[in-house]
């Protein structure tokens, strides 16, 4: 019989750490700058894990070796209990996707919104044209948006709309594990609020795991089931969200 220690987790992170080389100065040696500096937690099935901190504190370099777009200096990252560095690059975008603060910058301006959110599938999978044509209706209309917006160039559409394309683009490989970086942080209110609630409908839906970073605590409260809390590339606090808000374990919490 099967237990739960026996299930890997979604994610691992064991030891994590990033070190940059940055100038200190003409003629003077270049100084070590831990971005990350040993960062160790896990992402269940499901579960939504905040990642909150000011800015420069390394949220999005740690998002970054999450999904394999830096390497980390020293440590381990796991997918389902097999290690990142063992895993191709084509069956990591199958199981980790991500999507970015500003919807704008991250879209293609020069795309029509159909090529933007093919592209993985093209890139990634074998699919035919007719299939990937199928699977992109499917993720813009899960989205909420209709389908004659396909033709449309990410300019013809508001804020609002231009993130629920980067989150069609996300899913169109079927991902497991989404990581957002500040998803929301370059919308109005409104478009905030559609947006996280559209989150909430598409985890429950395809049963996804989240890592929500944001420096917005009123949104990371209403998101997420676990909070790491980042201070200068270190973790000082991992807690449950209700217990956080209630009752803060560190000072700079």
């Given at each position: 019989?099967?237990?739960d220690?026996?299930?890997?987790?979604?994610l691992?992170?064991?030891?994590i750490?990033?070190?940059?080389q940055?100038?200190?100065?003409?003629?003077?040696?270049?100084?070590?700058?831990?971005?990350v500096?040993?960062?160790?937690?896990?992402?269940?099935?499901?579960?939504?894990?905040?990642?909150?901190g000011?800015?420069?504190?390394?949220?999005s370099?740690?998002?970054d070796?999450?999904?394999?777009l830096e390497?980390?200096s020293?440590?381990?990252?796991?997918?389902?209990g097999?290690?990142?560095l063992?895993?191709p690059?084509?069956?990591?975008?199958?199981?980790?996707?991500?999507?970015?603060?500003?919807?704008?910058?991250?879209?293609?301006?020069?795309?029509t919104?159909?090529?933007?959110i093919?592209?993985?599938?093209?890139?990634?999978?074998?699919?035919?044209?007719?299939e990937?044509?199928?699977?992109?209706?499917?993720?813009?209309?899960?989205?909420?948006?209709?389908?004659?917006f396909?033709?449309?160039?990410?300019?013809?559409?508001?804020?609002g709309?231009?993130?629920?394309?980067?989150?069609?683009r996300a899913?169109?490989?079927?991902?497991e594990?989404?990581?957002?970086?500040?998803?929301?942080?370059?919308l109005?209110?409104s478009a905030?609020?559609?947006?996280?609630?559209?989150?909430?409908?598409?985890?429950e839906?395809?049963?996804?795991s989240y890592?929500f970073?944001?420096?917005?605590l009123?949104?990371?409260?209403?998101?997420?089931?676990?909070i790491i809390?980042?201070?200068?590339?270190?973790?000082?606090?991992?807690t449950d969200?209700?217990?956080?808000?209630?009752?803060?374990?560190?000072?700079?919490t």
């Amino acid at each position: 019989m099967q237990t739960d220690r026996d299930v890997p987790f979604k994610l691992e992170a064991i030891g994590i750490e990033k070190a940059f080389q940055i100038s200190s100065g003409f003629m003077k040696p270049k100084k070590i700058l831990h971005a990350v500096n040993g960062a160790s937690f896990h992402l269940n099935a499901g579960e939504t894990i905040g990642v909150v901190g000011e800015s420069g504190c390394g949220k999005s370099t740690l998002a970054d070796i999450l999904l394999g777009l830096e390497q980390a200096s020293a440590g381990e990252v796991k997918l389902n209990g097999r290690s990142l560095l063992a895993i191709p690059r084509r069956e990591i975008a199958s199981l980790i996707q991500p999507v970015f603060q500003d919807p704008f910058s991250s879209l293609n301006p020069r795309k029509t919104i159909h090529s933007i959110i093919a592209l993985p599938l093209k890139v990634s999978t074998d699919l035919s044209r007719q299939e990937q044509n199928k699977r992109v209706e499917e993720m813009l209309l899960l989205v909420g948006l209709p389908l004659h917006f396909l033709q449309r160039l990410p300019h013809q559409l508001s804020g609002g709309q231009r993130q629920r394309v980067a989150i069609a683009r996300a899913l169109v490989l079927m991902p497991e594990i989404v990581v957002l970086d500040e998803p929301t942080s370059a919308l109005d209110v409104s478009a905030q609020a559609q947006i996280l609630n559209l989150l909430k409908d598409l985890q429950e839906k395809l049963n996804l795991s989240y890592i929500f970073i944001s420096h917005d605590l009123s949104v990371i409260e209403y998101m997420v089931d676990r909070i790491i809390v980042f201070y200068l590339g270190k973790i000082v606090e991992i807690t449950d969200c209700q217990e956080l808000f209630s009752n803060p374990g560190h000072p700079y919490t």
